[in-house]
């Protein structure tokens, strides 16, 4: 979510207008930076907490050399979720209700549906290196690796884009029970 779908939100959840969320959030993320740059954490109950921190200078290590280095003195700054934030994060029943198309908003359902058919590929091929895996000789394992690689690393489909076309029903007759058989083929193949 970026800072456009952000005051759309809350334009849509509050009922107020886009031109007014957008300011009130300029106006907000202004305060905050200004009063946190001067020293004072600003605290918003059951949200985060900003705070300005001063770290002192101290003596580290090079990693290389192992000598000490002097570390100078910074400043930096410092958001920390707040109970309420990290119990609604944590626990999703305990997240505050939206409104009917506050998020995702309308034109996201597209993406939503895209989104399900990638995964519901992605699952398919799992299953199918699962199915590949156990019974399968080596050869029939490394064959079926390389015609669901595609999925996997582009490193593994280089290696083993030649044996793809040679067989195919070995890897359809297995069972799904051993996955750690096909981690080692896996390997095996993508070594070569």
Request: charged share 30%; hydrophobic share 35%.
């Amino acid at each position: 979510m970026n800072r456009r779908d952000l005051v759309l939100a809350v334009s849509t959840q509050t009922g107020v207008e886009r031109r007014q969320v957008d300011s009130v959030l300029l106006g907000f993320t202004r305060v905050v930076t200004a009063v946190v740059s001067k020293g004072e954490p600003v605290s918003i109950s059951g949200f985060a907490k900003f705070v300005k921190v001063d770290r002192p200078a101290r003596m580290g290590r090079n990693p290389q050399t192992q000598e000490p280095v002097r570390i100078k003195a910074s400043k930096k700054a410092r958001i920390t979720p707040l109970k309420g934030f990290k119990d609604a994060v944590v626990k999703t029943s305990l997240a505050p209700k939206l409104e009917r198309g506050v998020w995702p908003p309308a034109p996201a359902a597209a993406k939503k549906t895209t989104a399900k058919k990638s995964t519901a590929k992605k699952s398919t091929a799992k299953k199918s290196t699962a199915k590949k895996s156990t019974g399968a000789a080596k050869a029939g394992a490394r064959k079926t690796t390389a015609k669901k690689s595609t999925a996997k690393k582009s490193t593994a489909k280089k290696s083993t884009t030649k044996r793809a076309t040679t067989r195919k029903a070995p890897a359809r007759k297995t069972t799904a029970r051993k996955t750690t058989a096909r981690k080692t083929t896996a390997r095996k193949s993508a070594k070569r």
